[in-house]
Nanobody, 128 residues
């Protein structure tokens, strides 16, 4: 079992930045590739970014590429999502998730069904 706890969300003006954190406890954090998803009211959960177990490979959704950066620190059991140049349409609950796969792929990393463990989410609200 892996427990995930996100933090770092908040209210920010358009163009602003936040750094979201996801702290993991339980089984070995470095065994898992990690992903970040987001969900707005009335919409399906949407993939944002994923990172391999070592941090050596990353994959981003087109909608966030160039603005969001995913990273991890295995020594701290923590994954991060740096979100820059925020837009009102980025408003959502952001979730981190862990998959038992160790690598990332443009095929499976974007599928929520690939992830076995989820955090409770952190709200990001972007005002115009």
């Amino acid at each position: 079992q892996v427990q995930l706890v996100e933090s770092g969300g908040g209210l920010v003006q358009a163009g602003g930045s936040l750094r979201l954190s996801c702290v993991a406890s339980g089984r070995t954090f470095s065994s898992y590739a990690m992903g970040w998803f987001r969900q707005s009211p009335g919409k399906e959960r949407e993939f944002a970014a994923a990172i391999s177990w070592s941090g050596g490979s990353t994959y981003y959704a087109d909608s966030v590429k160039g603005r969001f950066t995913i990273a991890r620190d295995n020594a701290k059991n923590t994954a991060y999502l740096q979100v820059n140049s925020l837009k009102p349409e980025d408003t959502a609950v952001y979730y981190c998730a862990a998959t038992q796969r160790r690598t990332v792929s443009s095929y499976y990393s974007k599928m929520a069904s690939e992830y076995s463990y989820w955090g409770q989410g952190t709200q990001v609200t972007v005002s115009s």
